[in-house]
């Protein structure tokens, strides 16, 4: 096993959805950060993003239509 | 199967019995919420031998089950317990209000909240898992590259957060961040579960009608995002 049968083997995950995972967690840690400053409108805002991308990513990869 | 890899640990753990699978949450809350009482200065002899007769009762307890059954893993669930309480009321300082850390009361609760669910949870065997066993070891390794990217993630969202001067915003800071690694957590098992269904993945484009609606509403918290940092 070499690195590069790794990476291969790594792009058979959802390219979309580790994409909205990623957007989610940057969401996310504006959110906490902001909340930790108490910026209270930035934080509901980054939290609420970070919420609907992840949900749009476990839609994506979520069961249902496999051919 | 080598020692490297994953499968051949991951494979152990999930043949090991509900003691073996509670043993790691467990010792987090000991860790914790225990010896941080137990070996403070003042903390008297008592406490730190109850302290650590409940580590060796905690993973004693993976022995006793293989050898008593359901029994041991009972009488080594409430000595562990039971030691722990011990080892924490003997300490002089755990009960005085000003010396309760708010944030390492919330870490220890959440510890313990786990340590309850996987000691009652029964143990997963290796045969009720999907493909595990049967998947390519280039599968495997996949599975633990999401694995690691979702522990890298939950870090880094650990990592933040932790300036506030205010007791109460700190609770609520961490209460979201935990809630957040979940989330997160719970996502990227999502995506590792995915890649062991069987069938052809559906289309780009179906898989985008299925998330239309969330994603619309992310496009729109995005305009949204930008027309606001503009504006002001």
Known sequence: ?67 | MSVGDPASWLGRLRASNAAAQASIPGAYAWAVTVAPGAWSPSSPAVAKVAALAAVIALFGGIAAERRWGARGHTASFWLFVLLCALAWSSSPLSLVPARFDAVRGLLGMSGWALYAYSSAAPASSRESGPEVGDASRSRRWGDAGILGAALALVILLQSVGWRTSSLERAILVRVVAIASCLAVFGAMTDLANERHRDGRRASLRARLRRAWGPLAALALLAVAGVVLHVWR
């Open chain 1, 1 to 67: 096993m070499c690195g590069a049968d790794i990476v291969r083997e790594m792009h058979f995950a959802d390219p979309l959805a580790v994409a909205l995972v990623v957007v989610a967690s940057a969401s996310l840690i504006f959110g906490i950060i902001s909340l930790d400053r108490a910026e209270d409108a930035a934080a509901a805002y980054g939290l609420v993003a970070g919420a609907v991308a992840l949900r749009a990513a476990t839609r994506v990869v979520g069961p249902g239509d496999r051919v």
